[in-house]
């Protein structure tokens, strides 16, 4: 234990990267904190997430896959016994009560409900939203007590934000330096959007998603770069396979089209090991194979339901049209400046730099750069939810690449000067952020 707990391992980047990351929890549990003064009982999306996922863990068929549920019940009670298609709060079925019949979680009856799967998410989402639930006590998930108790569906997500965060400031150290990883931890820690998808404030809960394809992409270099070792390949990255089939399950699991992650994985095992592509191949479909298992197992393992959403799974819906309008790209440009307001002067200047200075163009720049421009193509051509969540998981590459240029400026002759303007836009960015917070209205 004494060789574990090292200055290396446990020193001063780590705590006051920790400190950063505990004042990115703080704002995300503020954030939660003032949408839950508004209400009682969870609303919309969230309520379908709960109801959901509390009927599949109570053993009353598999979350969306189907639901019955008309966008009138949406905005209803939790668990409202009029709910067609999801477990009433006494663990009944109400389509069992009606006299329907249920056939491997697929509810048949009903009149006049409409049967459909969820074809842009596994049951992960519903069981990870309704999972906390089950320690709170049936008798008291009432709207009188929840001010406590709707806490719990956005803890899982929480931590998804803390942990996708420690994952950029480790990699971005590991690129960059201490410099580097600290910039990337900052423009992460204070970006209006990560907190907002980790709050879970008004939005779906594609922080899951960004959290898989962000482990996917690094935990596939990371392995790659172990092939150079002279150990039995296979049995010798047992764990980094099985962290990268968990990564992929995550990814895809959380949302349907992020299945372009794993030929994403595929490349970069091929291009960072080319002494050793059958090893590298061989690994990748060990890790799908892992992957597939998991994603699996949100079905409970049930193989006609799994079939079923397999089959009305939208793995790709792109259309191209985007393309054509102008207008497009001032939605995306916005969108980005508003997800991380540094980014406006910061990535202009990491793009100017990168291509007209030969020494930022390396593969810790580069490999963010690309997959972050796939992800942004992605989210234009995925007009409906898909494409926010392709836009949110592009900022975690694009917070790689820009501490990764400033952390090359930051190295020149003129490093005082540009120490100086990066902490002055950090320092500015952070303030913005939080004085933006604080003036977020309750509900």
Request: contains cysteine.
């Given at each position: 234990?004494?060789g574990y ?11 006051l990267a920790?400190?950063?990351?505990a004042c990115?929890?703080?704002?995300t549990?503020w954030?939660?904190?003032m949408?839950?003064r508004?209400g ?7 309520a ?7 009927k599949?863990?109570t053993?009353?068929?598999v979350?969306g896959?189907?639901f ?7 905005d209803?009670?939790?668990?409202d016994?009029?709910t067609?298609g ?8 109400p389509?069992e ?17 409409l ?6 998410h ?15 006590p049936?008798?008291?998930?009432d ?10 569906p956005?803890?899982?997500?929480l931590?998804c ?11 971005a ?11 990337a931890?900052a ?5 209006p959007?990560?907190i ?8 779906e809960?594609?922080i899951?998603?960004a959290?898989?394809?962000?482990g996917?992409v ?7 770069h172990?092939?150079?070792?002279p150990?039995e390949v ?6 980094r396979?099985?962290l990268?089939?968990?990564?992929l399950?995550i990814?895809?699991?959380?949302q349907?089209?992020?299945?372009v992650v ?6 970069f ?11 590298a ?9 892992v992957g597939?298992v ?5 079905y ?5 339901v799994f079939?079923?959403?397999?089959r009305a799974?939208?793995?790709w ?8 309008l ?12 508003g997800?991380c307001?540094?980014l406006?002067?910061?990535l ?5 730099c990168?291509?007209?200075?030969g020494?930022?163009?390396y ?11 796939l992800f942004?193509v992605?989210?234009?051509a995925?007009?409906?939810?898909g494409g ?7 900022l ?10 400033l ?8 490093r ?13 960015y ?11 209205p309750?509900?």
């Amino acid at each position: 234990m004494t060789g574990y707990f090292t200055r290396e391992r446990f020193g001063r980047p780590q705590f006051l990267a920790g400190m950063l990351l505990a004042c990115f929890l703080a704002q995300t549990v503020w954030l939660v904190r003032m949408e839950l003064r508004g209400g009682s009982e969870p609303e919309g999306p969230e309520a379908l997430r709960i109801r959901e996922g509390w009927k599949q863990w109570t053993g009353h068929g598999v979350a969306g896959a189907p639901f019955l549920e008309s966008e009138a019940s949406v905005d209803g009670a939790i668990f409202d016994h009029a709910t067609p298609g999801v477990a009433t709060r006494d663990g009944r079925n109400p389509d069992e009560a009606r006299g329907g019949e249920t056939s491997g979680g697929v509810t048949q009856g009903g009149r006049g409900s409409l049967e459909r799967f969820d074809s842009e998410h596994s049951p992960l989402l519903y069981l990870t939203t309704a999972a906390p639930l089950l320690v709170w006590p049936e008798r008291r998930l009432d709207g009188d007590s929840g001010g406590y108790w709707r806490w719990l569906p956005r803890l899982p997500f929480l931590a998804c934000g803390v942990f996708l965060g420690a994952s950029l400031w480790y990699v971005a150290r590991r690129l960059c330096g201490n410099a580097g990883g600290f910039v990337a931890l900052a423009l992460y820690c204070f970006s209006p959007a990560m907190i907002q998808a980790s709050a879970v404030w008004h939005t779906e809960p594609e922080i899951a998603a960004a959290w898989g394809a962000f482990g996917a992409v690094f935990t596939a270099i990371a392995v790659a770069h172990t092939l150079y070792a002279p150990r039995e390949v296979v049995l010798w990255n047992w764990r980094r396979i099985v962290l990268l089939g968990t990564s992929l399950a995550i990814a895809v699991g959380a949302q349907f089209s992020m299945i372009v992650v794993m030929p994403v994985a595929l490349g970069f095992l091929l291009y960072v090991a080319p002494v050793r592509r059958r090893a590298a191949v061989v690994i990748w479909m060990a890790a799908c194979a892992v992957g597939f298992v998991l994603l699996f197992a949100a079905y409970f393992f049930r193989p006609h339901v799994f079939g079923g959403s397999m089959r009305a799974a939208d793995f790709w819906g792109a259309t191209w049209r985007a393309f054509v309008l102008p207008g497009v790209y001032r939605q995306v440009a916005a969108e980005i400046g508003g997800a991380c307001p540094a980014l406006v002067w910061a990535l202009p200047v990491a793009v100017v730099c990168y291509c007209v200075w030969g020494r930022t163009r390396y593969f810790g720049n580069t490999a963010p750069l690309l997959v972050a421009t796939l992800f942004l193509v992605l989210g234009m051509a995925h007009p409906h939810s898909g494409g926010a969540g392709f836009l949110l998981a592009a900022l975690p590459f694009l917070f790689l690449f820009v501490s990764g240029v400033l952390a090359d400026l930051m190295e020149t002759r003129q490093r005082l000067l540009v120490t100086a303007c990066v902490l002055g836009m950090l320092t500015a960015y952070a303030v913005f952020c939080l004085v933006s917070l604080a003036r977020v209205p309750s509900g």
